[in-house]
């Protein structure tokens, strides 16, 4: 049997546990080249407001940072073990850094081998560049990935760049040994319950930790409880926590949110006021991502949110074409004036200078 390298202990424990994870834009300057100072600043700021760890190199820190003509890959990685390697012993605390791992097999053995190096615990493994591979082939390709490094598994929904994946499919990608967690991201109910129900039925409901993906359904993700029937006995699964790129702006009180979902979920009774809430979460990630225009400016709408933060400088993204959409700077007013307890621009502002700092 193959090896397959295990993360520390800790890291799995941590994310059991459950916490934030923001997926971590990229800071550019109005040269479209990496703003280091802005992007340790951003790392900074999701530290501080208590995030249990960093995504990079993953769909929101754009994908487009692997091309040749950026080459900003292995910068922006280094950049972010650094940051938070000083925070972490600054604090004592032990941050779970993610690198996102994409391309085929060849290129994905690359960035995995690439993230171990550079400090990383395991890889969030996208299967979007892989289109209509069938599944057998799809598993080789992801058990080859994770005999090199530690894997969080990834649906992400088409609409970004991702596949469809069937129950098929992810009962036997549940069985890689050093499957630590999965992201589930296809912004799909029938889909979302694939994968928890192919987790139970692998017999991996213990082993591996769910992660809500899903910026549309924050909130209920993380306060539904699962219970799917075997054979021997029915299984309870949760998503523990999230990984998310609506996580990567407000995050402070993104932390707060998930503490309190913990805390009433096991308390047996959902409060109204948090399903409320719900609504609202849902309500700003449709300006932030920009739904109305089937998600053309989720990045950029991200970055807009930051940028009046003062934690950005603008919104550019590496494709000049990848800007906000019409009227979505609109929205993202709307939102702001609808809900303004769930910023955290006070957060921010007290810190910022010290995070803009060296």
Request: one cysteine or more; glycine letters at 8%; charged letters at 20%.
């Amino acid at each position: 049997m193959p090896d397959y390298p295990q993360a520390p202990a800790w890291v799995g424990e941590i994310l059991h546990e459950g916490i934030v994870i923001p997926a971590h834009p990229l800071a550019l300057t109005r040269q479209r080249k990496l703003d280091e100072r802005r992007q340790r600043a951003l790392t900074r700021y999701y530290h501080a407001a208590g995030s249990g760890g960093v995504a990079v190199g993953v769909h929101t820190t754009q994908f487009e940072i692997r091309l040749p003509e950026f080459g900003l890959f292995k910068p922006v990685l280094e950049l972010a073990t650094e940051t938070l390697r000083e925070q972490d012993a600054a604090v004592g605390r032990k941050t779970v850094r993610i690198a996102g791992i994409c391309g085929p097999t060849k290129q994905a053995v690359a960035e995995a081998e690439l993230a171990r190096e550079t400090g990383y615990h395991l890889g969030l493994l996208s299967l979007g560049a892989l289109g209509k591979t069938p599944d057998n082939a799809l598993i080789e390709h992801c058990r080859t990935v994770a005999q090199h490094f530690p894997i969080m598994g990834f649906y992400l929904q088409p609409a970004v760049g991702g596949r469809l994946l069937s129950v098929g499919f992810w009962r036997e990608f549940a069985s890689i040994p050093n499957l630590l967690a999965i992201k589930i991201a296809p912004f799909n109910r029938y889909q979302t319950f694939d994968v928890v129900r192919a987790v139970a039925e692998a017999g991996r409901a213990n082993d591996i930790a769910l992660y809500t993906g899903n910026d549309d359904n924050i909130v209920l993700d993380l306060l539904t409880t699962y219970t799917i029937p075997k054979s021997d006995g029915a299984v309870s699964l949760r998503m523990t926590g999230g990984l998310l790129g609506h996580w990567a702006c407000w995050t402070k009180n993104a932390v707060a949110l998930l503490n309190r979902c913990k805390i009433d979920r096991e308390g047996g009774q959902i409060p109204a006021d948090l399903l409320t809430l719900a609504g609202k979460v849902t309500d700003c990630n449709a300006a932030f991502f920009d739904a109305a225009n089937q998600f053309a400016g989720c990045i950029p709408g991200i970055h807009e949110v930051l940028r009046r933060q003062r934690l950005l400088e603008n919104t550019f993204c590496l494709k000049s074409e990848e800007t906000l959409s019409p009227s979505q700077s609109e929205e993202i007013d709307r939102v702001y004036h609808a809900y303004p307890e769930l910023n955290d621009d006070v957060f921010v502002a007290t810190h910022l200078d010290a995070w803009l700092a060296g």
